[in-house]
């Protein structure tokens, strides 16, 4: 009897197993290429919460305020507009605590590979903001600092450190891998 029982099991197992490795057989290509593929991640400095969107058939036009002061207004277009957003965890019972930075940049949807340092970093408008109850608030050009963006097939990889003169940063580096 003993024979019997552990032949019935392993012949339970092997169905199983055959089963299994069916199911993973009938996986189209894409399907397992999809599975290869990590999941965005974002990566955000220490304290804070990040967010980081791509915008599709947009554009990033830099205005200025009555004042003379610059800000990024985002509208219909043919480029892809790139967003990155910090925002500082603070306590709530603390008013004016609150902080939060911005980098934005344009670029074109068919270039794929985009490699830019310092001055160049405008061909792509990138800016920054920091937006906080400080003297300092405001959206700044980026001149200073390198750019690399390869972008194919919806995947974009990012990967720039970059400096704002006189302006205390929190996030000063991104390195992203996105899929849109």
């Not at 830099?62 to 277009?77: A, V």
């Not at 194919?152 to 990967?159: D, E, F, S, T, V």
């Amino acid at each position: 009897m003993p024979h019997k029982f552990f032949s019935m099991r392993l012949i339970q197992i092997c169905f199983l197993f055959f089963a299994l490795a069916s199911c993973d057989a009938q996986k189209s290509q894409s399907e397992r290429e999809q599975d290869l593929i990590p999941p965005p991640q974002i990566n955000c400095p220490k304290g804070g919460n990040c967010t980081f969107e791509v915008l599709e058939n947009s554009s990033l036009n830099i205005k200025r305020d009555g004042i003379g002061k610059l800000y990024p207004e985002i509208t219909q277009g043919d480029k892809l507009v790139i967003k990155y957003h910090y925002e500082k965890i603070v306590d709530k019972n603390i008013m004016d605590a609150g902080l939060s930075e911005y980098v934005y940049l344009e670029i074109d949807p068919s270039a794929q590979h985009i490699i830019l340092k310092d001055k160049e970093l405008q061909r792509v408008k990138m800016i920054y903001g920091r937006i906080c109850r400080c003297s300092d608030m405001g959206y700044y050009p980026v001149k200073e600092g390198d750019l690399f963006i390869f972008n194919k097939n919806g995947n974009l990889h990012i990967k720039s450190t970059f400096k704002v003169k006189n302006i205390p940063q929190v996030i000063h580096e991104l390195e992203e891998n996105l899929k849109y």
